[in-house]
């Protein structure tokens, strides 16, 4: 990404990751609306210029995010779950979808708590073991 976002771009750009470590899932364009205070369209101008700027991916139709990098949006072959309680008051509760093994530690890394990453080998379709140990703060 080059040059310096504008405030609208800047305020979408973190509302969706809110969104997303928040509940797992980027916001809606009238979800982002509500939160910035901005109208939907410059909620999706916003969401153009992010994309173009290469911070965020859009899906093909360009009207929801498919990938706030460390976050995605469908299924990318890593779970990453959380340790802590979370909205629904009990431990492992929320979940993300990691690009890659990069991505997932940095989902960790962003929300400054513990994760656990699960992920199977693609050569054999077998479970890979993993601890829960990224994001500890401390």
């Known amino acids: ?6 405030d609208p771009d800047r305020a979408v750009r973190l509302a969706t990751y809110r969104g997303f470590a928040g509940q797992g899932r980027p916001p809606s364009v009238a979800e982002l609306a ?4 901005l109208a939907e369209t410059a909620v999706r101008a916003a969401l153009r210029h992010l994309h173009d ?7 093909p139709a360009g009207d929801a995010v498919r990938i706030a990098h460390p976050f995605s949006a469908a299924p990318m072959g890593f779970v990453v779950s959380a340790e802590g309680r979370g909205p629904a008051g009990y ?25 656990a990453i699960r992920t199977h080998c693609p050569g054999c379709a077998h479970p890979v073991p993993g601890q829960p140990l990224v994001g500890r703060r401390g």
């Open 34 to 37: 509500a939160e910035t205070g």
């Open 53 to 59: 700027a290469h911070a965020i991916v859009l899906v």
């Open 91 to 115: 431990a492992g509760d929320r979940m993300w979808w990691g690009g890659c093994a990069w991505d997932s530690f940095g989902i960790g890394a962003a929300l400054g708590e513990p994760v």
């Open 1 to 6: 990404m080059t040059g310096t976002l504008a």
